[in-house]
Structure formats: C-alpha cells, structure tokens
C-alpha cells in the first residue's frame, strides 16, 4: 500500500522529481546546538519528511521504535560515531534529503494515517560530528 503523500506533476502530467509533497507543512523543528541527541515525536499524519543540516559534520537520524524509552536501550536516542554508532541516515551539512517514514508494524484499522500503516512515530537526531550544528525537519 502507498501510503506516502504524491510528488506533483507538471502541467504535461511528468512527475517532478526531486520537489517535496504539494501540500503544506504538518510540523516543524529546528535545533540550533545538537551535541546531544533529542527525539522528535511526529504529527500522526506525517508520511514523508524533509531533513536539513547546516554547520557542522552534518546530521544524522534514527527511526525509533515505540518500544523505547528512557529506560529501553537504546534509550530512544541517536549515537553518531564511535562503537555504540546507532543512525539510519546522514544529513550532509548543507543538504537536504528527503524520507518516506518507514513501517514499523502492520498497522491497525482505525486511526491517522501513522497508526493505519504503522509507521515508526518518532526520529531521533544529532550532530554527525563534534562540532554542533543546526538541523531542522519538516513534516508532511
């Protein structure tokens, strides 16, 4: 099932590749010192997000399951480097890239479109690095 909103298409029909959702923003973050990991709980309609990073070594992010808390490891947070390293993607500084949110579980009957899908309702983000930089997120 494809769940994830539609990319928009010209005026001839072509898809446009590479262009976000045609629809408006569901929720917004944005955070300036990213030296610890912080955990962003998405808008129950959210299917696709936009991640930036700026300064820095970047970003990256890690889907968190619902499973975990403050006191489940992983501990519901995201570890760039070392040998505990737990991400799932990379934000170049200066890039953005975009994500379809991934399924977590098979979903139920009722409900927003996050839990009808079971996608993964929370994301994780840090600094790629140990110099702080800003990363932001956008819902849709």
Not at 17 to 41: C, D, F, H, K, M
Request: aromatic share 6%.
């Amino acid at each position: 099932m494809n769940y994830a909103k539609s990319i928009p298409r010209d005026a001839g029909g072509a898809p446009m590749q590479g262009y976000p959702a045609p629809v408006p923003a569901l929720a917004t973050s944005n955070r300036e010192t990213t030296a610890v990991s912080s955990i962003i709980i998405l808008n129950q309609n959210t299917t696709t997000l936009e991640v930036s990073a700026f300064g820095g070594q970047g970003g990256v992010i890690r889907w968190v399951p619902i499973a975990e808390s403050p006191t489940v490891s992983p501990y519901g947070s995201v570890v760039a480097s070392g040998l505990g390293a737990s991400f799932d993607h990379t934000i170049p500084s200066g890039q953005i890239r975009r994500f379809v949110v991934p399924r977590q579980s098979q979903g139920t009957n009722v409900g927003a479109t996050g839990s009808v899908n079971g996608l993964y309702q929370r994301v994780a983000t840090v600094a790629a690095g140990t110099t702080a930089a800003s990363i932001m997120v956008t819902e849709y």
